[in-house]
């Protein structure tokens, strides 16, 4: 029998195997919010491979008069950390660059010339603006579709003005949105109205891929400190979702 001192919770890093792909952060050096050098990119890189992750799609901001990042700001400074990795010896991460797209006029001019970079195959990572959505946000959903793309929506859960339209998530869903879910939504880091319609969005069966969206070093230990037992059971199906990326 285990005895009282023996329940030692467990911590959400416990659900990363081998075949888990991170599928949104901002690890590439100096090109948006996330890592500002090649030290901090690596010190993260080194960290997050610790917790057992060791499959990454980096996905810089692209966001247009803030972050103006396009394929040629973000595939050299991919290769920059690659080189990075071998020159250290960390030939066990393994590391490719995605975007993460604001539907802004910018990125509506990107899907006209199919200029996009996915996650993999036909799948693009997608946020808007925490103060309203776009008044076309149906239009554009659209227009990716019949582009060839399928968006997944960047931390659904973290769009407060969703959360007093909740029936708004399984209208996005059935207009072919994929929703990527924000692991620190788990944890208080959000606050706690994103941590409740993360766990509500989970329990609907809304919820399609899990990403870290790392940005520094003080997410990832709140990252660590998930390890709410229900919670790790509601979020260990959807990890292992995100081997599609492998
Ligand atoms: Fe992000």
Not at 40 to 61: D, V
Not at 65 to 80: C, F, S, Y
Request: glycine share 2%; hydrophobic share 40%; net charge neutral.
């Amino acid at each position: 029998m285990l005895s009282f001192f023996n329940h030692k919770k467990v911590s959400i890093t416990t659900l990363f195997s081998n075949e888990f792909v991170d599928i949104h952060s901002h690890l590439l050096p100096s090109i948006d919010d996330g890592s500002k050098s090649m030290d901090e990119t690596i010190a993260l890189l080194i960290k997050m491979h610790s917790f057992g992750i060791q499959n990454f799609i980096t996905t810089p901001h692209i966001m247009e008069g803030v972050w103006e990042n396009a394929k040629d700001t973000i595939l050299p400074k991919l290769t920059a950390v690659k080189k990075e990795l071998i020159a250290r010896n960390l030939t066990d991460i393994s590391i490719h660059a995605a975007a993460e797209y604001m539907l802004d006029s910018n990125f509506n001019i990107l899907l006209e010339q199919r200029q996009l970079l996915p996650l993999k195959e036909n799948k693009i990572l997608v946020e808007m603006s925490y103060i309203n959505p776009p008044v076309n946000l149906y239009e554009i959903l659209f227009n990716i579709q019949i582009a060839g793309y399928q968006p997944v929506l960047a931390h659904p859960e973290r769009y407060l003005f969703f959360h007093k339209k909740y029936k708004e998530y399984s209208k996005l869903k059935e207009a072919g949105c994929l929703f990527q879910l924000n692991l620190l939504s788990l944890s208080n880091y959000y606050g706690k109205d994103t941590h409740k319609i993360a766990l509500q969005l989970l329990k609907d069966n809304l919820i399609d891929f899990v990403g870290t969206d790392t940005h520094n070093k003080r997410h990832l230990s709140y990252l660590e400190s998930i390890d709410n037992p229900k919670i790790l059971k509601l979020i260990a199906p959807i990890i292992k979702n995100n081997a599609e990326f492998k």
